[in-house]
Nanobody, 127 residues
Framework: QVQLVESGGGLVQPGASLRLSCAASGFTLDAYAIGWFRQAPGKEREGVSCISSSGVSTWYADSVKGRFTISRDNAKNTVYLQMTTLTPEDTAVYYC????????????????????WGQGTQVIVSS
C-alpha cells in the first residue's frame, strides 16, 4: 500500500525552527518528485517547496525562500522540510505529495500535478 506519512509538526514560538519529515512506505521515493504544501484555516492549499527525484533541483515559494530548506535522503525513503525563523503566518497543516517523475527537474507546485498525498502534520507558530 502506497503511503506518505508526515511528522515533525508542533507548537512553537515565533523565530523557532522545525524539521518536517515525509516518509514513504509501499514504494521507493527515488523516482518521485516531492512537493510540500500547506493549508491554513480558511485558506486554499498553497505550494511551499518541491524537489526533483534526483535531489539536484529545488524550488521555493517566495514566502519561505531563505527560511525553508527541502532535502531528501533516498536511502531512508524520506524527504525533509527544514523550517527556520517561523512566523505566525507559517501556521498551517503541512502536507507532502509525490508523483512519479524521474530526473533532474522539479515538478512544480500545482497540487493537481501530484497523485500521492500524506495526511498532514500541524504546525502552529504562536507566542
Amino acid at each position: 500500500q502506497v503511503q506518505l506519512v508526515e511528522s515533525g509538526g508542533g507548537l512553537v514560538q515565533p523565530g523557532a525552527s522545525l524539521r518536517l519529515s515525509c516518509a514513504a512506505s509501499g514504494f521507493t521515493l527515488d523516482a518521485y518528485a516531492i512537493g510540500w504544501f500547506r493549508q491554513a484555516p480558511g485558506k486554499e492549499r498553497e505550494g511551499v517547496s518541491c524537489i526533483s527525484s534526483s535531489g539536484v533541483s529545488t524550488w521555493y515559494a517566495d514566502s519561505v525562500k531563505g527560511r525553508f530548506t527541502i532535502s531528501r535522503d533516498n536511502a531512508k525513503n524520506t524527504v525533509y522540510l527544514q523550517m527556520t525563523t517561523l512566523t505566525p503566518e507559517d501556521t498551517a497543516v503541512y502536507y507532502c505529495a509525490a508523483r512519479y517523475f524521474p530526473g533532474r527537474a522539479v515538478l512544480g507546485l500545482a497540487p493537481n500535478d501530484y497523485n500521492y498525498w500524506g495526511q498532514g502534520t500541524q504546525v502552529i507558530v504562536s507566542s
